[in-house]
């Protein structure tokens, strides 16, 4: 894509550059929702807090000003890009809006945004289904019939993916959408779901929406503003989000963290290291007038999010975003639903680690989450296919405790002794595999924090085996209870199928 | 103590106030090591970022001025309290030092040093045992000796606890330390096991220091200086802490988060919200000469201690330490083991429950360590120790899935079954508990990602029941698979222990 390009791959997420008429956005990035008739923290500060886009909405523009057409960063007094909305949100809200579709099509064009979205219909979390499938098909239909008037224009344009909270329909939508030439594609007004802390419900959204769109145009999330869900939804593959929450919990005195949310009235202590919660106290705040402590809150919230989405951007860099949400998802109960949510789609998921090149940084083995690291998952699948392709009648299985793992004595001691065997290591989260890996990735580049027993691994190991027509196995047991009761379970499946075992403890070897 | 008072507690941690000459230390805190002679952060700086007290090293003073006597609040110009260092930790690094331990006691009263250090023999890592044997006896005697001299002074006066790592030499060195009316003491000289990321190592000799030390007194912990192991250190009752980490890791280019380390080299992105952070780019500091960019560093250190400290008072605030500590375990699997290492001594911890009145915040079920939060484990055994009080023969157990427990659909339609029976509830994490708790903390005030069985909790459940005396016992079982196996667990032991078991469905009662 000449317009977004995206080089740093982890999980399905990316770092990615959107260039727009008015500059480049690195993207995952989040647009702050200004509104030029009561913007509280100034342009200038979102710029230096690290914001160089905002988004603003063109219909609210629009009627305020009659119609009249100014040049919307000469109006916003910004140079830099700005993402106008049409007014669905408003529609949703209020049930109608007093414009055109094409109408505000022009107007986003002769303003001058850089990217615009045309005029949807939200489908929202009241509405009746057979409501929400005719506003589907409009939203569509809308979609096909802007094509003409926005294809030659120097705008980026965006299509909301309709249908939520009804999956079908979703799914439909997205698949429909998929095949309208369009620049970016958004999934419509989830806000609500994130007003009841439901992240389960927004990822689930958010993936059957980019699991149908093509994997190389962005997708941006409407109305997601909490640092918490950021992550999890740039893990499944969303690139670009807009929130005017900022401000929104700033006018409740509500301070947002990436590992939750406290109102002023609940802090004793400004747990974070902003600017603003370096230089003030609690008591400080509380004693201002709300005019000097709303912006202040605001710079805070705005300060989080954007050092949260530094974080998940040095984190893909580091090919370890599946370590952090693994960390994240201990910081509330909200996150851990949110995480087995991610966890469904694994499988999703972990087609897309062959793009990502990690620094050849350990993988962390963190927790049982762990064994369901995309990365891990890929690679017992790979080495999996390439031995089950073997013809070996004969086996033994050593313990892979120490790294490096074909350095360890127990192999050099016990291998020998059996001629003629296809020696093979296991362990809880590595799966099977052949001591000629141990020195590569991730065979030695992981750190442990503990080991635990899964049984979907026992299960493909067992089928490894099976696959490769083994009749005989020697399985060397070590003292290490986990590696122990994972190699037994391994022998139960083995006995059952018929597999002829032997048992040989290595205490006596190590 | 008229010199320390602590008001908030949670686990084994506290917020407190420390008395000193010069003003007020709250506690938990940590003293930024500063050395007149090439410190690179101003103190203006250090005070601003939030630390209102430092420590400097009288022995270096002391040889500098060749024995001259100034004022040390003069000499820094700082008129906030000063902690001084004795030497002990040149005697590590050099084997000796050219000043006696009286003179070095009188230098630090005649100064007018606010927190003052005996001079200790640190035991080290590399001492054999007999060695370190007499630097205990010799650290003890030189204890004993100095009480004369430094009971009368103004000054509050630390006295090392030295023994690590022989771990029963550590434990009689605190259990006689303890009979000495020093106002703090510290345990000496982990740094050692700090460099090496042995977190579990220096947990364990926090423990056994203080356990042996009374609870009414400071505890510090010489050297430690990284926000990723305060939140454990302090929750096992570690007070105060120094550090000059934030200055060497800055030389060294490194910076300091509570989730783990980097070098510049190895950040594309700076994942920080600090204004250091916030302000800078990655590039820009790469550009920059060492002169400039190494006092930015240790500035971004300092305010990362400076909020992690921050976090963990709101945390001891909230009564939410555990949680947070369940949190930050998943970080790095090198803070899953000293985690883990905590959770050793959850029963001494779970003593200082009933010290800590929460603010009504619901408990978080994070994780299967959950099952271990002291307060849980507080209320479960306490519960349990009623409850077994109790003469019942017949009892009816009823899965407590949803809040209010006894506002349960299926509690009303089969309890009214069983006459005579004695109504219990039954929960995974909470154990076994009369209806008549439902609304009370933390049976009301708790919120679930998810629940997992432990058999410890099976057992404690029949031991309850088997005390009670009960012969028969009516168990409901829900749809839930994890009550379920829970339910079916405890049938188990029960039919084993020849209890009559009934097993009632309740799905066609919910």
């Known amino acids: 894509m000449e317009y977004f390009d995206a080089r740093d791959f982890d999980l399905a997420g990316r770092i990615g550059r959107l260039k727009t008429g008015s500059g480049v956005i690195e993207t995952p990035f989040l647009f702050p929702v200004v509104d030029p008739a009561k913007q509280t923290v100034s342009l200038e500060d979102i710029r230096s807090i690290g914001f160089?886009?905002?988004?603003?909405?063109?219909?609210?523009?629009?009627?305020?000003?009659?119609?009249?057409?100014?040049?919307?960063h000469d109006f916003l007094k910004w140079r830099n890009p700005v993402m106008t909305d049409s007014?669905?949100?408003?529609?949703?809200?209020y049930g109608d809006v007093d414009v055109d579709e094409d109408t505000i099509i022009e107007y986003q064009k002769r303003i001058g945004s850089d990217i615009c979205v045309i005029l949807d219909i939200p489908t929202g979390t009241h509405t009746a289904r057979t409501q929400a499938e005719k506003y589907v098909f409009e939203t569509i239909r809308r979609g096909w019939r802007a094509l003409p008037r926005i294809m030659d224009s120097k705008q980026l344009w965006v299509l909301p993916v309709q249908g939520a909270p009804f999956k079908d329909l979703l799914e439909y939508s997205a698949t429909i959408s998929a095949r309208l030439p369009y620049h970016i594609y958004s999934l419509g007004s989830p806000t609500v779901f994130l007003e009841k802390y439901s992240y389960d419900k927004i990822i689930e959204y958010t993936f059957i929406t980019r699991s149908k769109l093509p994997y190389n145009k962005p997708l941006h999330v409407f109305g997601v503003g909490h640092p918490m869900i950021i992550p999890f939804l740039v893990a499944i593959g969303a690139d670009t989000f807009d929130s005017a929450s900022y401000i929104l919990y700033a006018r409740d005195g509500r301070f947002m963290f990436e590992?939750?949310?406290?109102?002023?009235?609940?802090?004793?202590?400004?747990?974070?290291?902003?600017?603003?919660?370096s230089r003030f106290s609690v008591e400080e705040l509380k004693e201002m007038n709300s005019r000097e402590r709303i912006p202040l809150i605001a710079k805070h919230n705005l300060y989080v999010l954007s050092s949260e989405i530094r974080r998940v951007k040095q984190s893909i860099k580091e090919g370890r975003l599946w370590e952090y949400l693994?960390?994240?998802?201990?910081?509330?109960p909200s996150l851990k639903r949110a995480f087995n949510t991610v966890k469904k789609y694994v499988n999703y998921i972990s087609r897309f680690?062959?793009?990502?090149?990690?620094?050849?940084?350990?993988?962390?083995?963190?927790?049982?989450?762990?064994?369901?690291?995309?990365?891990i998952v890929a690679t017992r699948m790979?080495?999996?296919?390439?031995i089950s392709r073997?013809?070996?009648?004969?086996?033994?299985?050593?313990?892979?405790?120490?790294?490096?793992?074909?350095?360890?004595?127990?192999?050099?001691?016990?291998?020998?002794?059996?001629?003629g065997y296809r020696v093979l290591m296991y362990n809880p989260y590595l799966g099977l595999f052949?001591?000629?890996?141990?020195?590569?990735?991730?065979?030695?580049?992981?750190?442990?924090?503990l080991f635990e027993i899964n049984t979907s691994v026992v299960e493909e190991t067992v089928m490894t085996l099976l696959r490769m027509g083994v009749e005989e196995v020697v399985l060397v047991l070590p003292d290490d209870k986990v590696f122990r009761d994972f190699a037994l379970n391994i022998s139960r499946v083995l006995v059952d199928r018929g597999i002829k075992i032997t048992i040989r403890e290595s205490s006596s070897h190590v």
Chains 1, 2 share one sequence.
């Open 87 to 93: 007014g669905g949100y408003q529609i949703l809200e």
């Open 259 to 277: 590992w939750g949310t406290r109102s002023l009235n609940e802090l004793f202590y400004l747990p974070c290291s902003c600017p603003v919660c």
């Open 390 to 419: 073997e013809r070996v009648s004969r086996a033994i299985l050593i313990p892979a405790i120490e790294k490096p793992f074909d350095q360890q004595r127990i192999l050099r001691d016990v291998s020998s002794e059996y001629p």
């Open 382 to 386: 790979a080495v999996a296919e390439n």
């Open 52 to 72: 160089n886009a905002i988004i603003t909405n063109a219909y609210l523009m629009y009627s305020r000003m009659k119609g009249s057409v100014v040049d919307i």
């Open 326 to 332: 693994e960390y994240r998802s201990k910081a509330h």
């Open 353 to 375: 680690c062959s793009l990502s090149q990690p620094l050849s940084l350990a993988i962390l083995f963190l927790d049982r989450d762990s064994i369901h690291n995309p990365r």
């Open 434 to 449: 052949p001591p000629e890996l141990s020195s590569t990735y991730p065979y030695y580049q992981h750190e442990t924090g």
